[in-house]
């Protein structure tokens, strides 16, 4: 069961530091040469995720391990494709790196390139209808054979009485062991970026059916 940051009321704190726990905070990304409002407000997510998960720290206790999605190794390598896949992430983990936290690689590297190869094939847009229907059935099954890795790996590697920072796309299948206690960090700039990344689909939207009212038939 996940509780919500700054939505709960803490029970005994005890409980929570004898068990295994997970803080989450979900992935956020940045499209290439975005709007300087949107990366100012994906910049204040970081910095609440961080405050928030400092809380957690002082509370429940430091992070022990960091899990991070599209990453399938661990030390000074996991570090660097952290960095280079997300610059808010990776700030967030620097600075549990420095207290002494390690990066356990979460995903098998052969089937992460079988999952990104299928999803490049859903996105070019496939005409065949049996093609699309095949690319997905095969799509689907490698990411529950993917979300199935990265439980396992979670549950090997976290050990009793430590947290784990696990930092995936908000609509994860994952399903973690029974015995985690997730804490699900949602600071209130992940709205922000939510709305402002709906009221830009909904504007794109409008244009493209105004464009195609407007062709000649």
């Given amino acids: ?7 709960i009321e803490m029970p005994s704190v005890g409980d929570f530091k004898a068990g295994r726990r997970v803080y989450f905070v979900p992935l956020v ?3 290439p040469k975005a709007q300087a409002d949107l990366l100012e407000k994906v910049s204040r997510y970081w910095e609440q995720v961080d405050a ?10 430091s992070v022990n391990k960091v899990y991070h999605e599209l990453v399938p190794v661990g030390g000074k390598d996991g570090a660097k494709a952290i960095e280079d896949i997300n610059k808010g992430s990776y700030q967030i983990t620097k600075a549990r790196l420095e207290k002494g936290a390690e990066i356990q690689p979460v995903e098998d590297a052969e089937l992460l ?5 299928w999803s490049k094939c859903l996105a070019i847009g496939l005409k065949s209808q049996n ?5 997905y059935q095969l799509y689907s099954e490698t990411q529950k054979r993917r979300n199935e890795y990265m439980a396992k790996q979670i549950d090997a590697t976290l050990k009793s009485g430590e947290t784990g920072l696990v930092l995936m796309l908000e609509g994860h299948q994952v399903q973690f062991p029974s015995d985690i206690q997730v804490f699900y960090v949602a600071p209130p700039a992940l709205d922000e970026v ?3 990344l709906r009221e830009r689909d909904t504007q794109t939207q409008k244009r493209s059916k105004k464009r195609s009212r407007s062709k000649p038939k």
């Fill in 1 to 7: 069961m996940s509780e919500e940051v700054g939505r």
């Fill in 29 to 31: 990304f940045t499209p």
């Fill in 52 to 61: 928030h998960v400092a809380n957690l720290e002082l509370k429940l206790g």
């Fill in 113 to 117: 390139a079988e999952f990104m190869d």
């Fill in 131 to 135: 093609a699309i229907v095949m690319v």
């Fill in 194 to 196: 939510k709305r402002w």
